[in-house]
């Protein structure tokens, strides 16, 4: 906060304070010419109106509040820049790395500072820890249906990756669908574990440079053909001629690889599962600029025995019957 807006916000909480203090210390007293206990003279519906003073009990609540409001503006970082003289964070601010953010979570804990978050994330350890290592001593295969760690599984699933593969894991353009058999680096349990332990980098390249604008063209004929789609044969055929560029990755027949450990997988080029969208505009913009899709490791994240309850719901979630 800049140092103008840490100053508006002093000036106007504490001008704020002293007009409520005014305020309630105003209407203690009488300043009408009726007397205390008698009428003012109106009255409405057979409703009089008296004049008199704000119940005694009321008051008080009203002080007490004002020194509550005092005292928690002393102790809590409420004003501008000021931390408070407890030193109470509701959490690490400005972190960027995982590795800041255990850092400075590593020094809350050894210097006993009050970071809420840090203190929660360690109760919640103390609490629910040894239950996730219970469910990761147990193989993904068997874990993954068990509906006690399918539902820990799905709430774990919709915090953390949602955001990218849909509620209901359906995935969308960009983000692969986890419910089908289409698994581009290995479906199964261990390998779906590795993915989310280590993440997946993809690395389609760019031809435009080596193709041309017309050999982009005739490579998108081509690869549409091998998808059983209707094409320009002339422009289909020039583009086979030119496949032998993508052979290496997706096969000479088309039908892509699996990768192996870390390492690249080639999607299938003659089914209809498109990641970025199988139009002739999508797939021609594949070809021409590339696709770098990036699957983030979650093992610093979340940990490796919640990776594993990950890893048995989403295999439950292609796999739905035993």
Partial sequence: MTEFWHWWVIILTVTSLVLCFWII????????????????????????????PLPKWWTYMFYFILVWSIGYLFLFPSLGNYEGALGWKSSNQGI??????KKLAQIAKDEGLLVQLNQEEVVA?????????AMADTPILELAYNDDAFKVGQRLYLQNCALCHGSDARGSRGFPNLTDSDWLYGGAPETIKATLMHGRVGAMPAWEASLGEQGVQEM????????????????AEAGKAKFVMCAACHGQDGRGSVAHGLSFGAPNLTDNVWLYGGSRRAVEESIRSGRNGVMPAWKDILG????H?????IYRKSHPNQ
């Fill in 220 to 235: 998108t004929e081509y690869v549409l053909k091998l998808a059983g789609r209707k094409v320009n044969d002339k422009l």
């Fill in 125 to 133: 350890e103390e609490l629910y820890g040894p239950i996730f290592k």
């Fill in 25 to 52: 210390t105003i209407n203690l007293k009488n300043y009408t010419h009726v007397g205390e206990g008698e009428s003012m003279g109106h009255e409405f519906d057979g409703i009089e109106e008296m004049n008199n």
């Fill in 304 to 307: 490796a025995d919640k990776v």
């Fill in 96 to 101: 960027v790395t995982m590795a800041e953010s």
């Fill in 309 to 313: 309850v990950i890893s048995a719901y």
